[in-house]
């Protein structure tokens, strides 16, 4: 008996050591931290600790109500980020840990003043540069709409205002013109 309660040691001594813990934000800003394996029996008791020793969740299903969102026997979902949290689980008088250590400052989404323009999470511009640059953008748009109708306009016959103006003189009038010119003046009667 003493041997298989040896080997039973031992064994949770190797399921220890492969004990790990994941940490995940979820959509709606909670955080889950998880261990990788689910206890083997629902007699199991564990609990979920501050550095400190503090229990935030033990087996009587007690929790912090201000922190503590949703808990299983291997995972609990937190309101904010803890940067380290130990897990306890104890199975048939054998005790195992683990530890679960994050950055918080990780999942914490970097806001941009009020005065920047954001095109991206990494290009930013203050409101001046953006809205110059956007003025930039829309003249050179006008001016190249502005050119393509010139080159529209004169590929197609040039201004025909001009051209109904202009019409060559007629011979009558040609007549009155070559008279004019050697000093003897003729009437030209228009039909």
């Known amino acids: 008996m003493e041997v298989v309660a040896q080997l039973i040691v031992l064994l949770s001594a190797a399921a220890a050591a492969t004990l790990n ?65 130990l897990y306890k689980r104890e199975c048939n008088g054998v005790q195992v840990e683990a530890s679960c250590s994050v950055n918080c400052s990780l999942f914490v989404v970097k806001s941009h003043p009020p005065s920047r323009v954001c095109l991206s999470l990494n290009i930013c511009t203050d409101t001046v540069t953006a809205g110059v640059s956007a003025a930039a953008v829309v003249t050179v748009l006008l001016l190249l709409l502005f050119l393509l109708w010139l080159v529209r306009k004169w590929r197609s016959g040039g201004c025909r205002s001009a051209q109904e103006l202009y019409a060559p003189p007629s011979e009558q009038e040609q007549v009155q013109i070559e008279m004019e010119g050697k000093g003897t003046i003729k009437t030209v009667i228009v039909q």
């Open 21 to 85: 813990c994941s940490i995940s934000k979820s959509h709606d800003g909670s955080f889950r931290y998880q261990i990788s394996e689910k206890p083997s029996s629902l007699k199991c008791t564990t609990s979920w600790e501050y550095r400190n020793g503090t229990v935030i969740v033990d087996i009587r299903k007690k929790s912090d109500i201000s922190l503590v969102m949703n808990h299983t026997l291997h995972s609990v979902d937190l309101k904010d980020c803890k940067d380290f949290l």
